[in-house]
């Protein structure tokens, strides 16, 4: 009898122990590899300039229905669209804007797995910042692709999120110049007047120091037929004269969307590893100038900073980030304490194991740019040979260059050309 009590006391002492390492792998499991890592390699080779490489390797991560589905579809997409596959990258864009669109992404169960052991238990569902530029990237897709129409419905989806995140969630701050500059070129292209005066309106609202807006501005008033306006915007900027080509109807116009380096990374915060901190990310190239037959013709001009916009929202989200972190670290010593009483090892472990799980969420589109830029030169309609050459800050050639590609420009119409610069 007493052989049979030792024995079962043996088997029960061996079901906790394995109870115990069970628990203890599945709580460090959850910190195991973390998104920076996942893309690292899809990542070196969009800096490669092997962006179909970096498709590939995103692709399988794109199709799985997952937490961190949209993170890895909007990095797919992003690489398809370097890749110049613009339909494939529209299709990914669109699934993407879908995604983040759900409302109810917060089962229970992640919402405590939250609580218990990292931000990363819950869905992405993506900044605000980056969902208005889901649409802006669409957009570029569509005119690459010669669709004036499916880019003025992303303009559409656009000026939808950005009227939403001002009137109902307050928050101004998500007001995107380039989403509104876009929006305002591409309405021009199409002559509505009235549509494209008003998106360089509110561009300017945003960014009153991006030069070309004050000749956009009193051309598009005069094109829109408002000479109050016209008035009031040539007061303003007296340095500004009508230029001939404004009322040519043969002349049509090349438009360089500029896509510049890299937007910034998450890493954990030195002083508390719970919490994210961006980091810029350095670049050579910070500038471009649009080559047409061999001569040049403008230099970009930035419009939108991504890494700024980024940091400001992860300032803004900061204080919901630690009053959930807060309520973490109770949820978790209650539970291990409750283990505890059942078991004093697996107690003890359980709290060691759920505070090396609860890590920063460094989740993020990182593959966007640093900043988006434009430049536009007027031409009369016809055919041109249009390249890109990068520069660096003091304006020598980088080495970094846009293939020679032939566009046709049509009178009183746009060509646009993207070209996204990458180390």
Not at 1 to 12: N, P, V
Not at 264 to 284: A, C, D, N
Not at 354 to 382: C, E, H, Y
Request: hydrophobic share 40%; glycine share 6%.
């Amino acid at each position: 009898m007493k052989t049979a009590t030792a024995f079962r006391s043996r088997m029960a002492e061996k079901s906790r122990s394995r109870g115990t390492l069970g628990a203890v792998a599945l709580l460090l499991s959850v910190g195991c590899a973390t998104y920076q890592g996942e893309v690292y390699e899809a990542r070196n080779a969009i800096a490669s300039n092997d962006p179909l490489r970096a498709a590939a390797l995103l692709k399988p991560k794109a199709e799985t229905e997952n937490r961190d589905q949209l993170i890895y579809v909007l990095d797919y997409a992003t690489a398809l669209q370097q890749a110049r596959q613009f339909k494939e990258s529209a299709k990914a864009y669109q699934v993407a804007e879908k995604i983040a669109d759900v409302q109810d992404y917060h089962s229970i169960s992640n919402i405590a797995g939250a609580a218990l052991l990292s931000e990363e238990m819950v869905q992405y569902k993506g900044d605000d910042y980056e969902k208005v530029l889901i649409n802006a990237m669409n957009a570029v897709n569509y005119l690459e692709l010669g669709g004036l129409d499916e880019a003025l419905v992303e303009v559409r989806r656009l000026n939808q999120k950005l009227y939403k995140y001002k009137t109902e969630a307050k928050r101004d701050y998500e007001q995107n110049p380039y989403a509104f500059y876009l929006g305002a070129m591409i309405y021009e292209a199409d002559r509505k007047w009235d549509d494209a005066y008003i998106s360089y309106k509110s561009a300017y609202q945003h960014a009153p120091g991006f030069a070309p807006l004050r000749e956009d501005l009193i051309r598009a008033a005069e094109k829109a037929q408002r000479p109050e306006d016209v008035a009031k915007w040539k007061k303003e900027f007296p340095e500004v004269k009508p230029k001939p080509d404004w009322s040519d109807k043969g002349m049509g116009e090349i438009v360089l969307l500029y896509e510049q380096g890299w937007g910034p990374r998450k890493q954990p915060r030195p002083e508390e590893q719970r919490f994210p901190k961006l980091y810029p990310v350095g670049s050579q190239t910070k500038f471009a100038k649009l080559i047409i037959d061999g001569a040049e013709r403008a230099r970009s001009d930035e419009i939108f900073d991504v890494t700024e916009a980024a940091i400001r929202a992860l300032d803004a989200d900061f204080g919901r980030l630690v009053a959930s972190r807060v309520g973490g670290v109770a949820a978790k010593a209650v539970m291990a304490d409750q283990l505890r009483q059942k078991d004093e090892l697996l107690g003890a472990i359980a709290w060691v194991a759920m505070n090396v799980a609860d890590r920063a969420d460094l989740r993020q589109w990182s593959t966007l740019p640093d900043t988006f830029q434009i430049a536009r030169v007027p031409v009369k309609a016809g055919k041109y040979k249009v390249s890109v050459q990068g520069l660096d800050g003091s304006g020598s050639e980088t080495g970094e260059v846009m293939e020679e590609r032939e566009v046709e420009v049509r009178a009183g119409r746009k060509a646009f050309v993207s070209w996204r610069s990458v180390r």
